[in-house]
């Protein structure tokens, strides 16, 4: 039976409404398929939809209501700082939130390393790489690296440069480990922080799909930030200062800035706890003076 595409819309929305569901995933699942923008879609929302491709959106509108399948793992990709992104299973779906992330971290080099013409940046726990090459692309005069645990999302991440013509060095390894007596200006990361008891209530599109690698962040959420923080060190061997800038959970600011502090008590030169878009807690940035001397 064919139908127009308003009709499907509706259809899904209805449905995932119904189930508590996203109701705009018919949308976006039909956007993908007819490869077209939101805008011509609606634009054209009378236009008739071919048999196939109606059954396709059909079929995995249903798969979502039953079983919370992401829609980003359904079409294989998702959008970052105006970029499309190829993900997978293996990496965590990229968030509107970590854009605020990117865009911190350029603000504060400007701000507090004006003299730098080619800081070093790291992206410690990459997984579709979309931070470091969003920052490779956006600052084409930086130096990027980007560490991940992982192989499967190191090829992810890879895949994602090469497509959207990013020069970043992709190393394998536990956090800093790869980095260990190299010169680094800058560190960025999102890490896992998701504590144990928050894992157990995860809704099922995010504890059922995404790697929990890339979730689960020790018993108290904060386990990577202490190692990370407390390596710190070991990839700073320039005078001067050094920029740190985590993605954090809406309930975690204070700890984590008070990592940063008690690990560099008198050599902090900035250190601020950042609100995200909607208002919660998102982003410890810090400014670190002669970190190599700790």
């Known amino acids: 039976m064919t139908v127009k595409r308003y009709e499907l819309m509706n259809w899904a929305s209805s449905l995932l409404n119904a189930h508590q569901r996203d109701e705009n995933i018919g949308e976006i699942l039909l ?5 077209l923008s939101r ?3 609606i634009a054209d929302r009378r236009e008739l939809i071919d048999d196939e491709d109606a059954a396709w959106v059909r079929a995995r509108v249903a798969d979502h209501v039953q079983f919370g399948t992401p829609v980003q793992y359904m079409i294989g990709s998702a959008p970052f700082y105006g970029r499309t992104f190829k993900v997978t299973p293996d990496v965590l779906i990229p968030r509107q939130e970590t854009e605020e992330l990117v865009w911190r971290v350029g603000q504060w080099v400007e701000r507090y390393m004006p003299e730098l013409k080619h800081p070093s940046v790291c992206d410690i726990g990459t997984g579709s790489g979309a931070i470091a090459i969003t920052l490779a692309l956006e600052h084409p005069d930086w130096r990027i690296s980007a560490v991940d ?3 499967k999302a190191l090829g992810v991440a890879k895949g994602n440069a090469s497509a959207l013509g990013a020069c970043v060095d992709f190393r394998q390894g536990d956090l800093l480990a790869p ?3 190299g010169t680094c200006d800058v560190l960025v990361s999102n890490p896992p922080y998701i504590t144990r008891e928050e894992m157990g209530r995860l809704d099922d599109t995010v504890g059922n799909y995404e790697p929990h690698l890339a979730l689960f962040g020790g018993t108290d959420g904060l386990e990577f930030y202490r190692r990370i923080i407390d390596d710190i060190p070991s990839i700073w061997r320039r005078e001067g200062s050094f920029i740190a800038a985590f993605e954090i959970g809406a ?3 204070r ?3 008070d990592l940063v502090r008690d ?3 008198s050599q902090i030169k900035a250190l601020s706890v950042e609100k995200d878009i909607s208002g919660y807690d998102r982003n410890v940035m810090a400014v670190i003076r002669n970190c190599s001397n700790t």
């Open 179 to 181: 980095l260990h007596n």
């Open 39 to 41: 805008t011509d879609l």
């Open 251 to 253: 309930a975690q600011g």
């Open 255 to 257: 700890d984590v800035s």
């Open 149 to 151: 645990l992982s192989e």
């Open 31 to 35: 956007c993908a398929r007819l490869n």
């Open 263 to 265: 690990k560099f008590t």
